[in-house]
């Protein structure tokens, strides 16, 4: 089965530069998430989109921005890269059942952050 | 404190037995909750949706206590490839998911 695609996989960058990181989710999922997760840390999330409209937003830096696409791709963009930015980040997506409780997420393999 | 909360581990256990881990909410708004497994370096698999009571799926129990804001995830016989990292994850107001510190499991041959 088709799973979340991020790339790229492994991203090294110098401080202060700016990266972007691609997620394509599930096909037929119209939400994409991005969770944070650093060394010996659980994953933090970071903002979530639905339908191209940003649906929720946890503890993600002002120096970053992203956005969900037509195609419903998502892309994290970073900027002022900073040390403390090194990072496990994740994409994940999935679709509405109609609950009122949280649909279940289902987890791209990560991009590994590097920042020196 | 987190939102949520975990046994520390780790857990070292040998093969073939039985081992429970314990997870506690302090959001009483959350709805539902999961259990994701996660090897080193990897991201997050889903193990078990955890929704009214509880449920079961082979070796692997969930039970969930609303009025203690608690749940738990029982795995019997269990096998080498069991060890992991097991995160405890509740909903935020039924949208994004706020994981716990997981729990370090090691099955010993």
């Known amino acids: 089965a088709a799973g979340v695609i991020q790339s790229p996989r492994h991203l090294i960058k110098e401080k202060r530069e700016t990266a972007t990181l691609k997620c394509y989710p599930i096909p037929r999922h119209d939400t994409v998430y991005w969770y944070q997760q650093g060394p010996g840390q659980d994953p933090q999330f970071l903002i979530s989109?639905?339908?191209?409209?940003?649906?929720d937003k946890g503890s993600i830096p002002d120096r970053f921005s992203a956005q969900q696409f037509s195609d419903y791709h998502s892309e994290l963009n970073m900027s002022s890269l900073e040390l403390g930015d090194s990072a496990l980040y994740f994409c994940?997506?999935?679709?509405?059942?109609?609950?009122?409780?949280?649909?279940?997420?289902?987890f791209g393999p990560g991009t590994r952050l590097t920042v020196l | 404190r987190k939102e949520v909360e975990q046994d520390p581990g780790p857990f070292n256990v040998p093969e073939g037995a039985t081992v429970a881990f314990n997870c506690t909410y302090s959001?009483?708004?959350?709805?539902?909750f999961f259990w994701y497994r996660q090897d080193c370096r990897k991201e997050p698999k889903l193990l078990m949706s955890v929704y009214s009571s509880g449920n079961e799926d082979g070796r692997f129990t969930a039970q969930l206590n609303r009025a203690s804001q608690y749940i738990s995830l029982l795995i019997r016989d269990s096998k080498l490839s069991d060890s992991a990292t097991y995160l405890c994850?509740?909903?935020?107001?039924?949208?994004?998911?706020?994981f716990g510190p997981g729990t370090r499991l090691s099955v010993l041959p």
């Open positions: 989109f639905y339908e191209k409209m940003q649906s």
């Open positions: 994850v509740g909903d935020n107001y039924g949208q994004n998911f706020v």
């Open positions: 994940a997506s999935s679709i509405p059942t109609g609950l009122a409780s949280a649909d279940t997420q289902y």
């Open positions: 959001n009483s708004a959350s709805q539902s």
